[in-house]
Structure formats: structure tokens, C-alpha cells
């Protein structure tokens, strides 16, 4: 056939970039039998630096990872990972210490019961997330999700990562042309040239000619090369909805060389913002995410090099050096636009509140892998199909981002009061709210079964920011038939979490024996 996809070219070098290249190239592997169908390029700037952030990971990972074929053992010992089980908030409901969990592992029984209402119900009942699971007790001791002996990917507790942005783009480099056959260039894209039918023909590159190809892949991070810049595709701010527009990143030194490494992502919040705080076995990576609307460059600064002073001492706030980094929050109208599919920061960003970024690059690179077009013919249906799914995504980030400010009870400052603003809540959001005044969320609640952020992660925002769920005029919270069930399940849920606190070992413990030992292989 003769508009059969013969190239593709991924330009960017990114976490988007060389994700994007590992997934396709391992669906589409060349095997003894013979050659790739097509050819896989990836171009990528010698100039343009990588964004460098982008520490936290959801459990997806753990699937990308295996699916593109990296050894979970490697991939520890070169990107500087640890374990992330979730993230814990701190001063987000009053500001006055408050503290509360999201852990990736979901409520016991979720598919068969649901334990919201019957928490609701007990009286002196402990957090919400410490009731229904038994992640949350490894936070506070730094434990690890597993065994040295668990096999590589499994786990007691459900877990994502915590890594170093530039070692996981290096790592994947070097999988992806030493064994996955992705041929690499090194050059800047100076120049987009379209076809007669209005698809992108190919590329100047000012080090390696014209390089021609039937799809491209725009991994070119918030400058959006070919989505963006070359056929104007329409930014679409949500600033209206989530008002962090700029970051201060820093890198803080662990004050004794054993420190434990903790199980989660830390986030305190601020007056105009919050304090993200990741732990990796050699170092803590920390920020704060703010609005430049409601807080300026340097007051933003202080309440960074402040909280840093907390966690590691004078001398390390003293010698670290913040990177300011601004974006515009909002994604594209739409992400594939005829030859062409934008992935990662060229397709939007948002916050990294919820950490949703990575993972949205994981289903791009999945999709397109899994739906490959046989053909430019069939291209524009796979698009539109792509564009829905991902509109859906994006929309979902922003109503979930936006539930943990609206359910705050801060007013101190007028962030939280903007963020409290009718207008500034979205209009399925505010309907949610009024629905879950009466009932708990559960499974009816969900849109589709590729949810980006699944009902369960909305129980733990609820119930642990406070949201009140009123009792029926019976006097119960319904799912009455289930009331032994969930009794046996708190119970047990209890007896789970003394057992794993006493027998899995501390995530720094783990981590070095991996490094020294490794995984058994799965
Ligand atoms: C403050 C902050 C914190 C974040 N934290 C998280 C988090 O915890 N979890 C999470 O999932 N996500 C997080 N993100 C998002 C995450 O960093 C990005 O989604 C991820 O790194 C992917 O970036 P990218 O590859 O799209 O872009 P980039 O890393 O910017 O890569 C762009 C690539 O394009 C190349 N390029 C640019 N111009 C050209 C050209 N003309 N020719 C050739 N190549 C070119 C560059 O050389 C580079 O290789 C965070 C983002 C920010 C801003």
C-alpha cells in the first residue's frame, strides 16, 4: 500500500521523547524473523535542555517499564530510584498542621464493597485511609512496598517511583538504540516542511539535512515545535480553574548519609502555593509551586529556603540555589493534528500536584503504540478517537486537581480565598460536590474504565480533607447489606497493617540490598 507508515519521527529527548520511542519500538519489535515495518527516528537538540523535573511516578510505571523491557533492578541502580506509595499532605485543610494520605494502594474490597459509607458510620473512626488500607502505616517509618525476595514489579503494596529525571531519560536512551533499534540524531530542528495535503513532509535539521517521515511525534516540551508553532494548534489556558503558573526547584543533601528515605511525596501548602518535598537515595528533591498572581518571585523563595531549613539545616537552605521555572497552565485543543501527535509538555502541562504528567505520556505512547495507523487513511479516525480520550484525561486533571483546593477550609490568604471563587470551580465538579453531600462516591460514579483518576483516589480527597457526607434520614450512610462485610474487612485491614509494619524493611534497606543483590528476575 502505498501510504503505509514507513517513518516515524519523534523530535524531543525528554521523559516524553524517549518513553514515546521505547514503548512503539518494544510493541513493534524488530524480531529474528525480519525488519521493524517501519523506522523509528528520534531527533533531539544538543542545545535545548531537558525541563529536569518530573521526580514522581504513578504504579503505571511499573507496567511502562516491563512493557518497554528495562529490568526493574537496572532501572533502580541508574536512575536513582526509590519507592513512592502515594503522597501525603500537610497544612492543606487548615493550614494549622493538619495532615492527611493518598495512597495508590485502593480500599479493601473496593470491587465488591464500598467502605466509605460504612466509615462514615463509625464513631472515633481513625483517618479514613489508615480505616480502609494498610499502606498508610509504612509512611511514617519510611517502609519499604516489598521484599528483596518479591520478584521484580510485584508487590505487598501497591507503589510508582520517585527518580531522577535526567538518569531515566539516559537510561532509556541507551535501551532504546543499543537494544530496541530507535536510530538517535543529534541536531536541532530548525525548519517544518509541509506537504501538498497540509501533513508535515519532514524536517531541516541544521546537522543532519532533511529527514522526511509519515508520522511525527511532537516531544519538544512547552515550546511545542510542530503541534504549536507550526500549525497552531490553540493553547487552552485553565489558569481560570488552577492558578500555579511558576516553580522554584532545588536539590537539598540528606543531613546524616543513612537518613531514611521516605515512602511518599511530601506536599505542604502555602499561602499561595505548595511545597513538593521527593526523597531518592542520594539526594531530596524539592520545590515550591506557586502563583505569580498572588505571591511574588522572592516571597515564594523564602517560604522554600524556610521549609528546607526545616528538613535539612542553615547551611543547606544557605547553598541551594533554587531554578525558577514558569508555565502557562492549559493543554492544546486538540493533541493529534493530521500527521501529527503531540506528547508530554507540547501537549499541556497543568501542576505537579497529583503527579499526572508522566503517566499521561505512558497512555500517549501506549495508544499510539496499540493503535498504530496502518495507513494515512485510517490516520484521521485514530486522531479523532485520541483527541476524545485525551480531552476526557485532561479535563479529569483538572477537576481532580482543583477538588483539593475547593474542599479546603483555608482562608488566610487571598489564594485560597480565589480558589474558593464560583467561577474558579469547574461545573462537573461543583455537581459532584453537590451529589457526594448525600452519598459516597463509588463504582456508578466513574465515566469511563480508563479513568485517569479512579473513584477510590476521590475518596481519599474527600474524606481526608474532611468533606461531610450527610447520613440518610434513616440514620445510616446506605450499603446497609454490607455492614458485617465491612466490619470483617476494618478488622482485617488493622490486623494487615501491624503485620506488614512488622515485617517489611525500610525503603533505604531495601534499596541498597537491590543495588548490592538485585530483584529475582520475574
Ligand atoms: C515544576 C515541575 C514539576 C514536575 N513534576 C512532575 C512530577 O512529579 N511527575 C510528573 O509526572 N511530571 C512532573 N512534571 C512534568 C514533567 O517534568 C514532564 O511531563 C516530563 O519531564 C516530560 O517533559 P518533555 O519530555 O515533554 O519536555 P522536555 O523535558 O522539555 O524535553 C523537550 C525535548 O525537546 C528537545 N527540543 C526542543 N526544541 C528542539 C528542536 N528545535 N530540535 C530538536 N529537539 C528539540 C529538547 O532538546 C528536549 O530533548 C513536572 C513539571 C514541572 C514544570
Not at 73 to 80: K, L, N, P, Q, V
Not at 402 to 416: E, I, T
Request: proline share 5%; hydrophobic share 40%; charged share 20%.
Amino acid at each position: 500500500m502505498e501510504d503505509t507508515i514507513q517513518r516515524i519521527v519523534i523530535v524531543g529527548g525528554g521523559s516524553a521523547g524517549w518513553l514515546a520511542a521505547g514503548v512503539i519500538a518494544a510493541e513493534h519489535r524488530v524480531d529474528s524473523q525480519g525488519e521493524r515495518p517501519f523506522e523509528l527516528v528520534l531527533i533531539e537538540s544538543p542545545d535545548v535542555p531537558t525541563i529536569g523535573v518530573g521526580e514522581g511516578t504513578w504504579p503505571s510505571m511499573r507496567a511502562t517499564l516491563q512493557r518497554v523491557g528495562l529490568s526493574e533492578t537496572d532501572f533502580i541502580r541508574e536512575c536513582d530510584a526509590s519507592f513512592k506509595q502515594g503522597t501525603w499532605f500537610r497544612n492543606w485543610r487548615t493550614g494549622d498542621g493538619d495532615t492527611y494520605s493518598h495512597p495508590f494502594t485502593v480500599p479493601a474490597d473496593f470491587a465488591g464493597t464500598n467502605l466509605a459509607p460504612h466509615w462514615l458510620a463509625l464513631t472515633d473512626a481513625p483517618p479514613f485511609a489508615d480505616a480502609v488500607t494498610p499502606q498508610t502505616a509504612l509512611f511514617a517509618d519510611c517502609l519499604a512496598p516489598k521484599q528483596i525476595t518479591t520478584p521484580e514489579y510485584a508487590f505487598e503494596v501497591n507503589y510508582g517511583y520517585h527518580l531522577d529525571a535526567g538518569k531515566f531519560a539516559e537510561l532509556l536512551r541507551k535501551h532504546c538504540t543499543e537494544n530496541l533499534g530507535v536510530h538517535h540524531i543529534e541536531a536541532n530542528v530548525a525548519r517544518i516542511n509541509a506537504a501538498n495535503n497540509g501533513d508535515i513532509r519532514s524536517v531541516t535539521t541544521d546537522r543532519a539535512g532533511d529527514i522526511s517521515g509519515d508520522l511525527f511525534i511532537d516531544c519538544t516540551g512547552s515550546r511545542s515545535l510542530l503541534l504549536g508553532e507550526h500549525f497552531e494548534v490553540p493553547f487552552q489556558s485553565q489558569q481560570a480553574y488552577l492558578f500555579n503558573d511558576t516553580a522554584l526547584a532545588a536539590q537539598v543533601p540528606y543531613t546524616e548519609e543513612n537518613q531514611p528515605i521516605q515512602s511518599c511525596t511530601h506536599s505542604t501548602a502555602q499561602t499561595a502555593g505548595w511545597i513538593w518535598d521527593i526523597g531518592l537515595p542520594t539526594r531530596r528533591g524539592t520545590g515550591h509551586v506557586y502563583s505569580s498572581a498572588h505571591i511574588s518571585d522572592d516571597e515564594a523563595t523564602a517560604q522554600l529556603l524556610a521549609y528546607i531549613k526545616g528538613i535539612a539545616g542553615d547551611a543547606a537552605a544557605a547553598s541551594v540555589e533554587p531554578r525558577k521555572i514558569r508555565f502557562e497552565p492549559g493543554h492544546r485543543q486538540e493533541f493529534w493534528h493530521r500527521n501529527c501527535v503531540a506528547i508530554g509538555m507540547s501537549s499541556g502541562f497543568i501542576e505537579p500536584l497529583e503527579a499526572s504528567a508522566l503517566v499521561m505520556i505512558e497512555l500517549a505512547a501506549g495508544m499510539i503504540a496499540d493503535q498504530l495507523p496502518a495507513t494515512r487513511e485510517v490516520m484521521d479516525i485514530v486522531a479523532r478517537r485520541y483527541n476524545r480520550k485525551f480531552l476526557r484525561h485532561w479535563n479529569q486533571i483538572i477537576e481532580f486537581l482543583k477538588l483539593h483546593y475547593v474542599l479546603s477550609a483555608r482562608d488566610d490568604s487571598p489564594y485560597w480565598q480565589d480558589n474558593h471563587a464560583a467561577a474558579s470551580i469547574p461545573d462537573k465538579l461543583s455537581e459532584q460536590l453537590s451529589l457526594w453531600r448525600y452519598r459516597s462516591p463509588w463504582h456508578q460514579d466513574a465515566e469511563a474504565v480508563d479513568d485517569l483518576f479512579p473513584t477510590p483516589s476521590y475518596q481519599y480527597i474527600l474524606y481526608g480533607m474532611g468533606f461531610e457526607t450527610l447520613p440518610r434520614p434513616t440514620d445510616s450512610y446506605g450499603q446497609n447489606h454490607h455492614r458485617g462485610r465491612a466490619a470483617e474487612l476494618f478488622q482485617q485491614n488493622a490486623a494487615r497493617a501491624a503485620q506488614l509494619q512488622q515485617t517489611l524493611p525500610g525503603n533505604r534497606q531495601l534499596l541498597d540490598k537491590v543495588r548490592e543483590f538485585g530483584f529475582q528476575k520475574l
